[in-house]
């Protein structure tokens, strides 16, 4: 067990629906990660907050968007979906901000847009 | 081209033998190179972390850095049922960087 807890574990949408993935970091974490991970693309990095505050962006859609609360759970909402976002969402959360530290991932939220 | 390729298998190999596992990058501010194992239905786990050119040894696991090709192995020994999983390499560059992932190879080790 990471100590990074996902939900909900799977999600079946219909297209053009909005859904939110919840991620709650391992105690003292501080960082949290959003990736998405299709059998095609591999795991990609979406977007990662520190602290309640966003630190890096990567593939992530205009579409998606993500905040970090003050408890520093985190939340990724997606909007208007669409086939193509069928994928396992992860959560991963690391103690620091940015250089080499180790990510802790979450088993993952798989949503399948029908 | 991406940063971070490797071959995405599947790989079979019988029980006991010794796993190679590959990457390349193309990325030279990549400065640290990590392992992770990916069980079916869960989330990625570090295996293996390095940030020089070299080998670096764990147990059954060795992973191997050299800077200089942009080539990155993971190798296993005496291969269990239990390593089989999806490994998936990820490099970081400096400051401000993120972690790029590989695609992952997937290995299956038969009894």
């Known amino acids: 067990d990471s100590g990074v807890t996902q939900t909900p574990k799977h999600l079946i949408t219909a297209t053009g629906q909005r859904v939110t993935l919840r991620c709650s970091p391992r105690?003292?974490?501080?960082?949290v990660y959003w990736y998405q991970q299709s059998l095609d693309q591999g795991l990609q990095f979406l977007i990662q907050?520190?602290?309640?505050?966003?630190?890096a962006k990567g593939n992530i859609l205009e579409r998606f968007s993500a905040q970090q609360f003050p408890d520093l759970h985190s939340e990724l909402n997606l909007s208007s979906l669409e086939l193509g976002d069928s994928a396992l969402y992860f959560c991963?959360?690391?103690?620091?901000?940015?250089?080499?530290?180790?990510?802790?991932f979450g088993e993952g939220s798989r949503l399948t847009v029908l | 081209q991406k940063e971070v390729e490797q071959d995405p298998g599947p790989l079979s190999v019988p029980e006991g033998a010794i796993v190679s596992l590959n990457c390349t990058y193309s990325n030279s501010a990549f400065q640290y190179f990590m392992w992770y194992r990916q069980y079916s239905r869960k989330g990625p786990e570090l295996l293996m972390y390095?940030?020089?050119?070299g080998n670096k040894e764990d147990g059954r696991f060795t992973a191997q850095v050299d800077k200089s090709s942009k080539y990155i192995s993971l190798f296993i020994r005496d291969s269990q049922p239990s390593d089989s999983a999806t490994y998936l390499c990820a490099s970081l560059g400096g400051r401000g960087q993120n972690f790029v992932f590989g695609p992952g190879t997937r290995l299956s080790v038969l009894p």
């Open positions: 907050y520190y602290n309640g505050e966003e630190r």
């Open positions: 105690s003292g974490d501080l960082s």
């Open positions: 390095t940030y020089s050119s």
């Open positions: 991963a959360s690391s103690v620091t901000q940015q250089g080499a530290a180790e990510l802790f």
